[in-house]
């Protein structure tokens, strides 16, 4: 598996597209905000309907505080849709169906349930920073609770 990033790293550059079909580079986010990439499994899963409310729940105080929260999995835009009507989710999803950026970032590997070897997301959040380092790192973090860890560490 290849080196996880630590904080102080330069995360990596990428270009991505959002569930409405536009597309986003991390360097032009990084121009208006610090950006919080949230890795997960799979759209409207329990595990993962948990994380995406819990930052819905703190979209405000993220957004306040001058971070872009945006949410990556392999679903296609209509599930990502679905999950954002669904939850009324106040942040982009990026459809990331080639598992590339899960690649990019270390977040794609391989994993084990009831016996079976598979390859998949295992769920992580970057914080990263204008500059474009890292200012946060969480591989396989808690569907609960992480947002609560992430914003003490962030110092809000």
């Known amino acids: 598996m290849a080196k996880r990033f630590e904080v102080g790293d330069k995360a990596p550059e990428f270009t991505a597209e959002l569930t409405d079909g536009s597309t986003v580079t991390l360097s032009e986010m990084l121009k208006e905000s610090g950006v919080i990439l949230y890795f997960y499994p799979r759209d409207s899963t329990p595990?993962?309907?948990?994380?995406?409310c819990d930052f819905r729940?703190?979209?405000g105080s993220l957004n306040d505080k001058g971070w872009r929260v945006i949410g990556i999995s392999k679903d296609s835009a209509k599930s990502h849709q679905k999950f954002i009507d669904k939850h009324s989710l106040p942040f982009e999803l990026i459809?990331?169906?080639?598992?590339?950026?899960?690649?990019?970032?270390?977040?794609?590997?391989?994993?084990?349930?009831?016996?079976?070897?598979?390859?998949?997301?295992?769920?992580?959040?970057?914080?990263?920073?204008?500059?474009g380092t890292f200012a946060w790192v969480g591989y396989n973090v808690k569907a609960t609770g992480h947002v609560e860890k992430l914003m003490n560490e962030l110092n809000m």
């Open 95 to 131: 459809v990331d169906s080639e598992t590339e950026l899960n690649q990019l970032y270390h977040t794609w590997t391989k994993k084990k349930l009831y016996g079976r070897t598979f390859l998949g997301c295992i769920r992580s959040t970057f914080a990263i920073n204008q500059d």
């Open 57 to 59: 729940d703190n979209f």
């Open 47 to 52: 595990g993962c309907t948990t994380q995406a």
